[in-house]
């Protein structure tokens, strides 16, 4: 079955917690922290595997998690580092985030590399957090969440041919002729229903691609006919062979065809209608009457096109349409140095956001104040909030980071909720909760007093 378009979540794994420990050695009564740190979470990596030609193994099985890290031991001992989660894609493949719409990789060569979401970084132990003034710190790191996404991949054959035509005008038997595809032929409409492809070789130090793409009618730049399914797999190619039927038994006119063709072409993506184009008028050695073939040739010379008259069932004419192609092939890798790459690894790493200490603050419909910032989310994230000393050590970045000045400045009284990533807390005016202690203090005195 071939499968060119599916829907997954991945989740990368989260790094491992640090740990609170101290050092219990004889002769040594108050010794310093030794927590060490947790292991980094493993990453979805996506690796383009030449073996596979269709998605089919992500159409029943939707969700990918990576390992998480270990957590960290005492006497500063590291936690495992969590397994990479490695899948593998036909080459081609566009990796999307169905959240943003963003391209995050393209798997263009062979053996490509995309890791898609990153594994968390293992919390920091105890061991990190001591100071002169703080010289046992009581609190650890938790480890930082993976990456959570939903993608989308969308396989686009990789070929540099594209063979373009009516149903029933020939493909199949063309690439079924000049290379060892075998797809289904058979004399009616729709009989591939499946991008076949395959290598055309034309000597012993030259070949090239060819994909037969099927299910391109009138009306396909709209969904008609399979056209949205396959007219993908147009795009990557570089010259496209435009294959007419002069057999007269269909019915069609072979001019009307054509044109209706680039027209659809030119609907779905004005840049496929810009593809150079050789024309293949097909079925020769049904046509007995050259006269109608003769107009047809001078018309579509007429417009600039390069014609060749084949018989793609009796191979009449494909010798001088292949030498034709790899001819134009070679001058446009030429004109623009499309080389293969030096190296068969393309690393993509998801972008990440660099803002360091930076953030904004913003006040939602419903009141409520959210802080957005790579680093402040990540450290709340990371910080045990049932643990009284990471909440004291959360506030000191925060007003170092000025965030708690902000809040006031923008109004925020006690009782407002502040969202920070994927927690929320209550705001608590600091100043005013240090004079509502004084006033307890003060009154239960005056009580003691009198």
């Not at 959240?99 to 132990?125: I, P």
């Not at 993509?348 to 930076?358: D, I, L, P, W, Y």
Request: proline share 4%.
């Amino acid at each position: 079955m071939f499968i060119d378009e599916v829907e997954i979540e991945v989740y990368a794994g989260d790094g491992g917690n640090g740990m609170v420990t101290f050092r219990r050695e004889k002769h040594v009564p108050n010794g310093g922290p030794n927590g060490g740190d947790g292991g980094h979470g493993g990453s979805v990596v996506f690796v383009a595997d030449p073996n596979l030609s269709t998605l089919l193994d992500y159409r029943f099985h939707h969700a990918y998690r990576a390992e998480r890290g270990g957590d960290g031991g005492s006497k500063d001992m590291f936690g495992k580092k969590g397994e990479n989660l490695i899948l593998k894609a036909p080459p081609g493949t566009l990796i999307y985030d169905m959240d943003t719409g963003e391209l995050l990789a393209d798997l263009n060569l062979t053996n490509s590399v995309a890791v898609v979401a990153q594994g968390g970084t293992g919390g920091r132990g105890n061991a990190h957090f001591a100071t002169p003034i703080h010289q046992a710190p009581r609190y650890a790191e938790k480890g930082e969440p993976g990456e959570e996404r939903r993608l989308r991949l969308e396989l686009r054959l990789l070929a540099d041919v594209g063979l373009l035509g009516f149903p029933n005008v020939g493909k199949s038997t063309l690439i079924s002729a000049v290379s060892a595809a075998k797809p289904k032929i058979a004399n009616y409409p729709f009989t591939t229903l499946t991008p076949h492809l395959g290598v055309v070789k034309v000597d012993e130090e030259r070949n090239f691609v060819m994909a037969d793409i099927p299910g391109i009618v009138e009306g396909a730049s709209e969904g008609v006919g399979l056209g949205h399914q396959f007219l993908r797999h147009v795009s990557r190619s570089l010259i496209l062979v435009h294959m007419l039927d002069v057999s007269g038994l269909t019915g069609r006119d072979p001019l009307t065809d054509y044109e209706t063709l680039n027209r659809e072409l030119k609907l779905y993506d004005e840049k496929l209608s810009q593809l150079p184009q050789i024309v293949a008028i097909n079925k020769m050695d049904t046509v007995f009457e050259t006269d109608v073939v003769d107009a047809l040739e001078k018309e579509l010379k007429a417009r600039g096109c390069e014609v060749h008259r084949i018989s793609a069932a009796t191979r009449q004419g494909l010798q001088p349409l292949i030498y034709s192609i790899m001819h134009h092939l070679e001058e446009m890798r030429e004109a623009t140095k499309l080389e293969v790459a030096s190296e068969d690894v393309a690393m993509f790493v998801a972008q990440q956001e660099q803002s360091g200490s930076r953030w904004v603050l913003e006040k939602s419909a419903d009141g409520v104040f959210e802080v957005k910032g790579k680093r402040i989310e990540r450290t709340v994230a990371m910080t045990d909030l049932e643990n009284e000393y990471g909440l004291r050590h959360l506030q000191r970045l925060m007003d170092r980071l000025g965030i708690t000045n902000r809040l006031k400045e923008e109004g925020a009284e006690d009782g407002d909720t502040v969202r920070i990533g994927k927690i929320e807390f209550e705001y608590e005016d600091e100043q005013k909760a240090a004079d509502r202690i004084d006033e307890r203090g003060k009154s239960r005195k005056k009580k003691t007093e009198n």
